[in-house]
């Protein structure tokens, strides 16, 4: 879900995995309107015009969160291993909305940014868009909904082949928002 306010002038791109469902609520809030349309297909004189933000985040984590969430939601969260992940990478990877780019999820904004935050500050972004947008939520550290999944070590689960795969499908995520690729 994009969000879109015409008085502001902002158009808050929602890329998943990285923080909507913390963000959106705040600009729900606010009265800001959905963009239906996925991804979005605003015309270029229309962008130059709004302030256009997103949060971005590491392509390993992003994609490792994606996946995790959907075996939280097929209650499934007792396979999050590192063995059930490497034995069935072949059958996760293309199915889901994880192997879409956030640089695809951005569809033609992306040439018109004006702020990308990173969901490794994640505070930070909560916190400054809550204020300048007068937002009046609580601070990021009062805020009583935090990530509940499940915690696992992201290097349990890399092999050379999911390096290898995520360095080539998000290829331009790498070089869009300044991640650095791992070595096989």
Known sequence: MHLISKKD?????????????????????????????????????TLKEYHLITIVRDPYERFFS??????????????????????????IH??????????????????????????????LAYDEINKKYNCGFCSYEEHPVKNKSVSVNLEDFLTNKVIDYINTKFDKDFKNFNYDKRRC
Not at 17 to 36: A, S
Not at 100 to 118: D, E, F, I, S, W
């Open 94 to 123: 293309d199915k889901t909305h994880i192997d879409m780019t956030q640089t695809q999820h951005l569809g033609g904004a992306y040439p018109y940014l004006n702020k990308v935050y990173r969901f490794e500050n994640f505070k």
């Open 66 to 91: 994606g996946w995790k969430s959907i075996m939280m939601s097929r209650r499934e969260s007792h396979l999050i291993t590192p063995e059930y992940f490497q034995m069935n990478f072949d059958k």
């Open 9 to 45: 002038k902002t158009i808050f791109y929602h890329i998943p995995k990285n923080g909507g469902h913390t963000i959106c609520p705040m600009f729900q809030e606010l009265k800001w309107g959905e963009i239906k349309r996925y991804p979005p297909v605003i015309p270029t004189p």
